[in-house]
């Protein structure tokens, strides 16, 4: 079967599904990875040639395109590699960024957790490995660079930012009158009445409160997160294939556990599911809300694109690629609670329920010590510090940070050789911090 190559053919769905890998916990020393400099895919000259040399060939069907150091080749290339819908930005003309770049930002130094050493804020970019990086301060362009094989031009894989835009349309269709988040799913689906999904509300979907058995603990073969992957996954089966070809039949697969709305857990599968509610709640699949509601409105300047499964259905948990500078419009937006050019591009009250953020206790439960006094709502992951920041997270160092009080945006993109968050936090979350702080003492 396909994925008896040691599931090596698994790994894009198994990273783009999940903001945190089995590895978040563990106390087992990292691997050694080549370092940003060492695994450049510029240096490394993947796919360059008619045809490449084919040592340095990446396959999407042999899964060598998610392995590492291949993958930060793959992260700006997917569409080169799998089947995808387009996000299209409309005929509109592009919204104007302003620029006023400032050269004193690579200098800034800062401590990451745990350690005593500081480092420089071009060293970080090296550390978390990233591929492309922006800054708005006031709405203006103060900071931007390019590494790896990202351009301007360029579309990189958002991995679980993906989610956040998912959450920010089903607010925005709440806001509209389109959905009811008090309503059960079932109302909606009624497909999942058999399922795990049967006693929970949209809102348990878009805050991820529902009591879904769904492992992904990669070491185990029967876990949840196998059986997502093999589903979603386009290429053809086996004959003897007999397990879900869709995510639509994955859902209705999974088990109960637990109580409905008593805690938070992270689980990919409560985004699918909130991508096949919106669908029916307003007959467009995903990708077409996402252009309609966000990226149509925004004056985004590229068409953004989503991966699919094999009946062509966009993976609302993960599957979203996109432009550096659309992400940090998108960021723009939500620091303007929904305003763009003295217009209301998406409903105030949308801004407002993210940035109220869930339940702190319910998200204290679930372990992330890292992440202490956060909150997840809307897909969205709630800081709660003094700054009011709230931020989309996706694996391998995807990051959209929302700034309210420093009006200051962070988007990023990246291809940090571990997906867990927690491989590159310590660095990030206190950069960015330190970079916000230095915008509201500038003149």
Do not use: C
């Not at 695994?39 to 490449?52: C, E, T």
């Not at 401590?111 to 591929?131: F, I, R, V």
């Not at 439960?365 to 989309?392: E, I």
């Amino acid at each position: 079967m396909w994925w008896g190559r040691g599931l090596v053919a698994l790994n894009w769905i198994v990273f783009l599904s999940l903001i945190f890998s089995v590895s978040v916990f563990s106390k087992e020393p990292a691997a050694k990875f080549p370092d940003a400099v060492e695994s450049d895919p510029i240096k490394m000259k993947w796919m360059v040639g008619s045809p490449p040399p084919t040592d340095r060939i990446v396959r999407f069907d042999d899964g060598s395109f998610f392995n590492f150091p291949q993958m930060r080749w793959s992260v700006s290339h997917f569409r080169q590699l799998m089947p995808t819908i387009g996000v299209s930005r409309g005929t509109g003309p592009a919204r104007g960024m302003p620029a006023s770049l400032r050269r004193d930002i690579d200098r800034l130094t800062f401590k990451p957790a745990g350690q005593a050493a500081e480092m420089s804020w071009e060293q970080s970019l090296l550390d978390n490995y990233t591929d492309g990086i922006l800054i708005l301060h006031k709405g203006k362009i103060v900071y931007e660079k390019y590494l790896g094989s990202l351009t301007r031009e360029g579309q990189h894989a958002a991995m679980s930012m993906t989610k956040s835009f998912v959450g920010t349309v089903a607010e925005i269709l709440v806001a509209e009158g389109t959905l009811d988040s008090e309503k059960p799913v079932v109302a909606y689906v009624p497909e999942l009445q058999q399922s795990g999904f049967k006693d929970a509300k949209v809102r348990d979907l878009m805050d991820m409160t529902t009591a879904i058995r769904f492992s992904e603990d990669y070491a185990d073969p029967k876990a949840e997160v196998w059986q997502h992957a093999k589903a979603g996954n386009p290429l053809p089966r086996a004959p003897d294939y007999k397990g879900p070809r869709s995510y639509f039949e994955f859902l209705q697969t999974i088990r109960p556990e637990g109580v409905t709305g008593a805690d938070f857990h992270y689980k990919t599968a409560n985004t699918d599911a909130l991508g096949w509610v919106l669908a029916r709640a307003s007959g467009k699949n995903v990708a077409e809300l996402i252009s309609e509601k966000i990226w149509r409105p925004l004056g985004a300047e590229q068409d953004a694109y989503m991966t699919v499964d094999s009946i062509g259905t966009p993976f609302a948990g993960g599957g979203l690629n996109l432009g550096l500078r659309d992400l940090a419009r998108f960021g723009e937006l939500m620091r303007n609670r929904g305003r763009l050019g003295g217009k209301q591009v998406i409903p105030e009250k949308v801004v407002a329920s993210v940035q109220k953020g869930g339940d702190p206790e319910k998200f204290k439960k679930a372990g992330y010590d890292h992440l202490q006094g956060w909150s997840y709502r809307s897909m969205w992951w709630v800081t709660h510090n003094s700054h009011g920041a709230f931020m989309a997270r996706g694996v391998h160092g995807q990051a959209l940070y929302v700034d309210p009080k420093a009006q200051m945006v962070i988007a990023r993109f990246g291809s940090h050789p571990i997906a867990a968050n927690s491989a590159n936090d310590a660095v990030t979350l206190p950069a960015f911090r330190a970079v916000a702080d230095h915008l509201m003492k500038a003149k």
